[in-house]
């Protein structure tokens, strides 16, 4: 098949539209949620949309302002007391993260385990589901597309729930239900899957509109709140877009302040876009692969961009990539065009979008999160070992109810647990062979290994006849080696027969 973006525009046309929609609230909601002017988020979801694709390889992340760097832009914010600060922080980080693209730096991403990354999709899936739910019943909760458990009014994200179940607008369950009816039929019927042009959750968001303003003509109490449809700013004039951009304060440059800002910006922000790009990679039906450090180079030139203009710091973002997944997207030419529609809808179409019921936006991530938390998903995960699903289950539970960043961290670390332990057991075996303990050291014996040979040691009995066999040994630490000679020296005094065998004369002469 041809993947290249000028062979694909039927479906990435219709998906760029779909993740348009989708990024203008959540661009809102994070410039909201992080006390900065709303049309900075709108800044940094144009120019994540256009100028990552044209420096980064991967053909389905997209780009824009994240709510994991909602906290971060808080303290910065509060510590700084200026947004053109701010600004030139965003601008340090994006030079930054060139840097670390120069020294290959992107190499991180690959230390995440499979069941970890797998862990993230599926809980942001069910954050997802559970944070949406709200919206398509009618309920504004005042930050659409925020991930952490705690929000800024002190709702988590399960009272959060409840308080909407006591607050139910029937035309916005009307409308969620609508759109995720056609979103199920679309999804399930294969004649209309094929339609590239009217993609399901286009048709979702078109008629959820167009139901809306029915209500509003003919059935006046059932129509939704103006607080529950999106809330572009309108620009009537050059005057008014003039007004509404912002420049970093170069004269902050010296700051210490402003350098930890650009230093804790840089981290989650590349954290969270490496993250979305090996996430991205795994929903890719066409199973292509993003160079990493393409990726923060494209990350450091938007953030830069973004800055210069009065934009808020970008990264590719899971919500959105896997929106654009569901969407049908092929190649990265929708999330340029994301860009571009969200440049002429802030321009051009504010009046017109500001119809759209989030209820029919909410319809889509829920039917997006279903699928990243898929039952079929726990199933196989549990059908593998302890050590796979373990660090899976860890990393949903974790991100649930912390944060993103904050569960990635727990998973991550659960992860090198298991990791660590599996190769404590299998790099060292204990058997017999014939009256002998055969001690036989595997792959690499590390110093992580040093406890357990020690231990075995130990407990052997006087007067036992030992083989130290290193036969599949391909490297043995100096620790470990430490612990060998001790064992020689306390072999002579209780009267233990040590042979070994199996060791090259260079390993062994590595011990003196």
């Known amino acids: 098949m041809n993947l290249s973006p000028l062979h694909n525009l039927r479906a990435d046309v219709p998906a760029a539209v779909v993740v348009a929609l989708v990024a203008m609230p959540l661009c809102l909601g994070v410039a909201l949620a992080s006390g900065t002017p709303l049309v900075a988020g709108l800044i940094a979801g144009v120019m994540g949309g256009v100028l990552v694709p044209l420096f980064s390889r991967s053909p389905l992340a997209v780009s824009g302002p994240t709510p994991a760097i909602v906290a971060t832009l808080l303290v910065a914010m509060e510590s700084l007391h200026s947004f053109p600060a701010l600004l030139l922080a965003g601008v340090i980080a994006g030079g930054i993260q060139i840097i670390l693209a120069l020294f290959r730096a992107g190499v991180i991403a690959y230390f995440f385990p499979s069941a970890v990354i797998q862990g993230i999709l599926s809980a942001i899936g ?96 059932l129509a939704i709140d103006k607080s529950n449809l999106v809330n572009l700013p309108v620009i009537r004039s050059l005057a008014d877009l003039q007004g509404m951009l912002q420049m970093p304060d170069w004269g902050m440059i010296g700051s210490k302040t402003v350098w930890i800002a650009a230093i804790a910006i840089t981290f989650i922000a590349s954290l969270e876009s490496l993250l979305s790009i090996e996430a991205s990679d795994k929903l890719d039906p066409f199973k292509r692969r993003t160079p990493l450090d393409r990726e923060l180079l494209g990350q450091g030139v938007a953030n830069i961009a973004s800055g210069l203009i009065g934009g808020l710091p970008v990264a590719a973002v899971i919500v959105r990539s896997t929106a654009n997944v569901a969407a049908g997207a092929r190649t990265k030419a929708s999330a340029f065009l994301h860009g571009i529609f969200l440049l002429l809808a802030v321009l051009f179409l504010a009046s017109l979008m500001n119809h759209i019921p989030l209820a029919a936006l909410a319809a889509i991530l829920i039917f997006v999160g279903f699928k990243l938390a898929h039952p079929h998903i726990f199933r196989k995960m549990f059908h593998l070992d302890k050590s796979q699903y373990l660090p899976f289950l860890i990393t949903i539970i974790a991100i649930l109810f912390t944060s993103l960043i904050t569960g990635v961290v727990i998973g991550l670390l659960a992860g090198i647990f298991f990791v660590l332990k599996a190769n404590y057991h299998s790099a060292i075996d204990v058997g017999r062979e014939g009256d002998a303990y055969k001690i036989s050291l595997n792959r690499e014996v590390t ?65 003196v």
């Open 447 to 511: 110093f992580i290994n040093k406890a357990r040979l020690s231990h075995i040691l130990e407990r052997l009995p006087r007067g036992a006849e030992v083989i130290l066999d290193g036969k599949k040994v391909r490297f043995i630490d100096h620790d470990v080696l430490e612990v060998i000679r001790d064992f020689e020296r306390a072999a002579v005094l209780k009267n233990i027969q040590l042979r070994e065998q199996n060791f090259d004369t260079p390993v062994l002469n590595s011990r």
């Open 126 to 221: 069910i954050i997802i589901i559970l944070k949406q739910f709200p919206y398509a019943i009618g309920f504004d909760i005042g930050e659409f597309g925020n991930q952490d458990f705690w929000d800024s009014h002190g709702e988590n994200t399960f009272s959060a729930v409840l308080s909407a179940l006591a607050h139910v607008e029937w035309g916005a369950l009307l409308v969620s239900a609508l759109a995720l009816s056609i979103l199920i039929l679309w999804d399930n019927v294969a004649i209309l899957r094929k339609q590239t042009w009217l993609s399901g959750p286009l048709m979702a968001v078109v008629l959820g509109t167009l139901l809306n303003l029915l209500f509003v003509h003919f059935l006046p109490g």
